[in-house]
């Protein structure tokens, strides 16, 4: 074999592990993305039920409803809408009513039944897709969640 | 007045390493042996300054020195001393002065180990590391400084984020430092080479070592961060796909197709420029991830604070450096000489084949985490994706370079006879198949993929063996010859065959754990019992206990098998009132390399308690694996030692005559 026939199978095999890889990204690419939503997105949007989907926001004060076998309910606002949220299991740690949630699951007539309930890491910071929300409602605060105090920066 | 020593040590390291970035180049430029030298001598009083200025910050955690701020924000007087050395780096700033430190710790390890270096390539390689620490003092100096202070002085810190209060927090992040900045050799060897036009196979013997390390500290450094999320989040699953996870995946598998490619490099010398793109690539992705985690472009447990200035500074440096580099590459790599020839079917075509997998695969992770971020930039819309992606993209690909890496040690160097490596391979194709055959009869077909996963882990123990076994001539000869042949194979043989093993196992882990654990969410009473894949785990009670800084709130669980008492688990619930926040410890009981696990949820209203039970078979196989690899990393690592700068010029007669291994 010469040294171009080389080059050419060298070349032709990662063009096509490449091919592949794209095929494959593409493919679950399609499938597996999930889209991030705002409570006033859902509320205006009116999107197709059984849509998976990600929904961020506070947790309404008021609105968790503990059930049986670990099913709980509640609503997620960004001040404008509020979205009801049913999900059975046990919530984060740092889950509690007006902290800022992040949701994923599917879209149902009633809200979403979600499988995946995240709260942030630390009391300090909120999770930005939820501060997005917030600032796109117009609820937010400059500074609320961030840290505070007289700390140079 | 430490606190100011420190400082003034960080703007000190920053004059001698402007100095560094200058001074060598025009030495080599100008053929000033001296000018060259001093690089040297920068080299070590850079890391000594750097060095000075943590102690200094540690120094003040450990005195709980609150009138600093970093100190007053991520520290508390209650806490025990090992968290208060560990949350040095368990902020933005110490985060940065500890990466810092490392890159200094490697500078001033070529400037003292290079001696048999070409002294114009040790100039550029200590002028390159220096231009890159020299972007990172100006980084913590003028956006992240560790060393300002407060007034008035505060009573009392803020405390430690208590996710953080953990030994993890001690051992991770040095560890994945020490791999994310230890590929900055190799790049500064790329840029180096590029500079001066000239690269050869001595080349590839001077970067593989640098590399060999930063690959072990980082595989282990992985793991490390996998057990902690694992036991710490209470979800019991050991790798989310997270975005600040991927970013040390992406360098670990560029810079495991560095460490590949070395090896044709050095021993064929062929791949030439493409070991050099792949050095530049691997440590552009450190700086990535750094940049990722850093710059507060994700959320996540890893981002401390997010201050827009910083992920802008960090955004000109990445640009600065990788956009530099990759100019550089594309003008002078043409110059370089073309390397040898070999066959698509030989050691060097496998190796090839290895770096085409691992790249690809590299990239699949990157679109995943990156495709969301650029999407949201260009378009507004916000995406998550997932694990599903993941595993659909970089998991064939690593099927496939899976099934292909028993055959590359066995493959011969320039030619090879796949046929007769196949031949070779049948005991191990036999041990495959009879991994999947058993498998099921055990579990059935429950899940329908994971015999064949269990098959392909065996088939890479087993092939990773072959090599081992048939260079010692084990089961052919007398004991004692395989003894003896197996003291004199070079390490680094040993090395491959232990670190292929060592991902096998991690793969039997994955699979073992993803497939057959079993879950339960439900609320129990005390005396109640649970049951479980063969174990009875009884509620016997809440009690409340006094931490240092933190009220536990534990359960305890008597667990039986079979009727007999196997264990005691005491799952528990920290409250941190300074900074009212709740930390779930996960209780776990290994039996043999599977795990009970447990953890807590909240009190229902009617008394009992929430909890997440799982049974997860094999999964201590998956961090085990790391080990595994490590070690053979290490073993490696201890035959290049000898070799070091390989290429001495044979004029004098050695007194003694060393075994020059075959290979």
Redesign the interface.
């Known amino acids: 074999?010469t040294?171009k026939q080389?080059r050419l199978?060298?070349i032709g095999?990662?063009l096509g592990?490449?091919a592949i890889?794209a095929a494959?990204?593409l493919?679950?690419?399609s499938?597996?993305?999930?889209?991030?939503?705002s409570p006033t997105d859902i509320a205006e949007k009116h999107m197709a039920v059984g849509t998976r989907i990600?929904v961020g926001g506070l947790v309404k004060p008021g609105s968790v409803q503990?059930g049986e076998?670990?099913n709980i309910r509640f609503e997620v606002t960004d001040g404008k809408s509020d979205v009801p949220v049913r999900y059975?299991?046990?919530?984060p740690?740092?889950f509690r009513e007006g902290q800022g949630v992040v949701t994923?699951g599917k879209l149902e007539a009633g809200g979403i039944v979600a499988d995946m309930v995240l709260a942030?890491?630390?009391?300090?910071?909120m999770?930005?897709?939820v501060v997005?929300a917030l600032k796109k409602s117009g609820r937010w605060e400059e500074g609320a969640g961030?840290?505070s105090g007289?700390?140079?920066? | 007045m430490i606190t100011e020593l420190g400082h003034y040590a960080l703007v000190l390291a920053l004059a001698l390493g402007l100095i560094q970035a200058v001074a060598p180049m025009i030495g080599a430029y100008t053929r000033d042996a001296a000018l060259m030298r001093l690089a040297n001598s920068t080299a070590l009083m850079q890391f000594f300054f750097v060095a000075f200025a943590f102690v200094a910050l540690t120094f003040c955690y450990v005195t709980s020195d609150f009138s600093v701020a970093n100190v007053f924000e991520n520290s508390h007087s209650m806490m025990p001393l090992i968290y208060k050395m560990s949350s040095v780096w368990g902020n933005h700033e110490g985060s940065m002065l500890l990466w810092v430190l490392i890159l200094t710790v490697f500078g001033a390890m070529v400037a003292a180990f290079g001696a048999n270096l070409p002294a114009t390539l040790k100039a550029h390689v200590l002028a390159v590391q220096s231009w890159i620490a020299c972007a990172f003092y100006l980084f913590i100096l003028l956006t992240s400084n560790p060393f300002l202070r407060l007034s008035p002085v505060p009573f009392e810190g803020r405390d430690l984020n208590p996710i953080l209060q953990d030994p993890g927090l001690a051992i991770h992040p040095p560890l994945l430092y020490l791999g994310y900045v230890g590929f900055s050799i190799a790049f500064s060897f790329a840029i180096a080479a590029l500079i001066d036009g000239r690269i050869d196979a001595a080349w590839a013997r001077w970067v593989r070592p640098w590399t060999l390390a930063a690959w072990t500290f980082l595989t282990l450094g992985i793991a490390m961060g996998s057990y902690w999320a694992y036991y710490t989040l209470g979800w019991g699953g050991f790798w989310f796909w997270d975005p600040v996870e991927n970013a040390s995946l992406m360098p670990w598998l560029a810079g495991t197709a560095l460490l590949h490619s070395a090896v044709v490099m050095e021993k064929r010398n062929a791949l030439k420029v493409w070991t050099i793109l792949l050095a530049i690539l691997t440590f552009s992705l450190s700086l990535i991830g750094t940049f990722l985690v850093r710059s507060g472009v994700l959320t996540s447990v890893h981002s401390f604070a997010s201050d827009p200035t910083r992920g802008v500074f960090i955004l000109i440096i990445l640009v600065l450096f990788i956009g530099g580099s990759l100019s550089l590459f594309a003008w002078r790599a043409p110059l370089l000489k073309q390397g040898g020839l070999f066959a698509p079917i030989s050691r060097e075509g496998a190796l090839v084949f290895n770096n085409l997998f691992l790249t690809t695969a590299c990239l699949t992770v990157f679109v995943g985490t990156l495709y969301p971020l650029a999407l949201e930039a260009f378009t507004g819309a916000k995406i998550s994706v997932g694990a599903p992606f993941f595993n659909l993209t970089f998991g064939p690909l690593f099927v496939a370079l899976m099934f292909v890496m028993p055959f590359g040690p066995l493959l011969a160097w320039k030619r090879g006879d796949i046929f007769g490596v196949a031949q070779r391979l049948m005991a191990a194709f036999g041990v495959g198949l009879v991994a999947v055959a058993a498998t099921f009869a055990v579990k059935g077909g429950q899940a329908l993929l994971a015999p064949f996963g269990i098959g392909l882990a065996f088939f890479v123990m087993a092939g990773s063996l072959v090599d081992l076994v048939e260079r010692t001539a084990l089961f052919r000869g007398p004991l004692a010859t395989s003894r003896m042949r197996a003291a004199g194979l070079p390490r680094s043989v040993w090395g491959t065959a232990v670190a292929h093993f060592g991902i096998a196992v991690t793969l039997l882990g994955i699979v073992g754990a993803a497939s057959w654990g079993t879950e339960r969410i439900l609320s129990l009473k005390p005396t109640q019992t649970v049951s479980l894949s063969g174990y009875e785990l009884s509620f016997d009670g809440l009690a409340q206990r006094p931490g240092p800084n933190y009220q536990s709130q534990v359960a305890t669980f008597t667990v039986r098998s079979g009727g007999v008492v196997v264990g005691v688990m005491e799952p528990s619930k920290r409250n941190f009132s300074s900074r009212s926040m709740t930390t779930n410890e996960a209780a776990l009981l290994t039996r043999g390399v599977g795990q009970l696990y447990l953890s807590l949820g909240d009190a229902e209203p009617d008394g009992s308690l929430a909890i997440r039970v799982y049974y997860k078979p094999l999964v201590m196989l998956i961090w085990l694996g790391a080990v595994v690899m490590m070690l053979g990393g290490a073993l490696s690592l201890s035959d290049r030692r000898l070799r070091v700068g390989a290429p001495k010029p044979a004029k004098k007669p050695a007194t003694k005559p060393t075994l020059q291994p075959a290979e």
């Open positions: 074999m040294r080389r199978i060298l095999s990662s592990v490449l890889a494959l990204v493919n679950s690419l499938d597996s993305i999930v889209f991030f939503n990600r503990r076998n670990l059975q299991g046990i919530v740690d740092l994923e942030k890491h630390d009391e300090r910071y999770p930005r897709e997005d961030q840290t007289g700390t140079p920066r």
